[in-house]
């Protein structure tokens, strides 16, 4: 499976963006998507995920209650729609697939490329 992130771009604190996130095959539903996140100089984390089949989601203490994540299974496409941005939301957002975890980006696969998010003023 190949994913596509897009959706990124330049907001100022307290803005919104929705991102979003394609897969080039069905994604199954005994499978995990998840959004993680990297700033520079710093490893990637967790932000939110999303079980395909029953559409449980989990997020990241750092952005509960700002972000929601969705998904579109017709669609084979994952959102994450971000709300009341911060400074420290600044950060490359990558999609991936995983079959077990959930917050460990070790076991994700198929990152596609990732897309920018910067918040600033």
């Known amino acids: 499976v190949q994913l596509q992130a897009s959706g990124g771009g330049l907001v100022q604190p307290g803005g919104s963006l929705k991102l979003a996130c394609g897969a080039s095959?069905?994604?199954?539903?005994?499978?995990?998507m998840g959004w993680f996140r990297q700033a520079p100089g710093k490893e990637r984390e967790f932000a939110a995920a999303?079980?395909?089949?029953?559409?449980?989601?989990y997020y990241a203490d750092a952005v509960k209650g700002r972000f929601t994540i969705s998904r579109d299974s017709a669609k084979n496409t994952m959102f994450l729609q971000m709300h009341t941005l911060k400074p420290e939301d600044t950060a490359v957002y990558y999609c991936?697939?995983?079959?077990?975890?959930?917050?460990?980006?070790?076991?994700?696969?198929?990152w596609g490329q990732g897309t920018q998010v910067t918040v600033s003023s």
């Open positions: 095959e069905r994604i199954f539903s005994s499978h995990i």
């Open positions: 991936g697939l995983s079959t077990s975890d959930i917050t460990n980006y070790r076991e994700y696969r198929s």
């Open positions: 999303i079980r395909w089949g029953t559409g449980r989601t």
